[in-house]
């Protein structure tokens, strides 16, 4: 158990819907990181968060957007949803926002697109 | 652009043998790499690290070893057990400077 907890496990929705993903870090950890992880694509980097401020931005869609609150839980909300966007996103935490440690991985939200 | 790759997308061992999971990497600027173990259904698990001023990292029956020469990393894993079967990926710091960037994965079946 990595201490990094994701809700929900699973999402179906339809094109066109928005959805709210949930990530709770481990306890002591400032940093939160959003993947998504596809077949074609593997794991792909989208934002990270540290200490509630934006830190760094990958390969984010404007259609995404994520936060973190000041208790340091994040969420990650899709809107307009597409058939491609059909896909696992994960959630990692680390203790600083520095990149020589490592990211704890949570088991990630199945999202399915209709 | 940056990518981290693997050598091998399968690889199938004996338990009780030794196993090598490599990965090549084409950013010599990294200086920060690490593997992660993913089970069906599970988010990936840290395994190991390594800093670039480091040749090699041992842990419990892992060793990573680093060569900057070649941009090179490997995974040894030893007396592979069932419970190693899984995907592992290597990553490394991207040039965002927070971000990990991942290769695609070796899928390691260990049979008994």
């Known amino acids: 158990d990595s201490g990094v907890t994701q809700t929900p496990k699973h999402l179906i929705t339809a094109t066109g819907q928005r959805v709210t993903l949930r990530c709770s870090p481990r306890s002591g950890d400032l940093s939160v990181y959003w993947y998504q992880q596809s077949l074609d694509q593997g794991l792909q980097f989208l934002i990270q968060?540290?200490?509630?401020?934006?830190?760094a931005k990958g390969n984010i869609l404007e259609r995404f957007s994520a936060q973190q609150f000041p208790d340091l839980h994040s969420e990650l909300n899709l809107s307009s949803l597409e058939l491609g966007d059909s896909a696992l996103y994960f959630c990692a935490s680390s203790r600083q926002g520095g990149s020589n440690q490592p990211q704890h991985f949570g088991d990630g939200t199945r999202l399915s697109i209709l | 652009g940056e990518s981290v790759g693997l050598h091998l997308p399968t690889l199938s061992v004996q338990e009780g043998d030794n196993s090598i999971i490599n990965c090549a990497y084409s950013?010599?600027?990294?200086?920060?790499f690490i593997w992660y173990k993913q089970e069906s259904g599970k988010g990936p698990q840290f395994i190991i690290d390594i800093r670039s001023n480091m040749d090699k990292r041992q842990g419990q029956r892992v060793t990573v070893l680093l060569n900057k020469t070649v941009k090179h990393l490997s995974l040894q894993i030893a007396a592979t057990q069932p419970g190693d079967s899984a995907v592992y990926f290597c990553?490394?710091?991207?040039?965002?400077?927070?971000?990990?960037?991942f290769g695609k994965g070796t899928t390691l079946s260990v049979s008994s």
């Open positions: 950013n010599s600027a990294s200086d920060y």
């Open positions: 990553a490394e710091k991207g040039e965002a400077g927070t971000a990990l960037i």
């Open positions: 968060y540290y200490n509630g401020e934006e830190r």
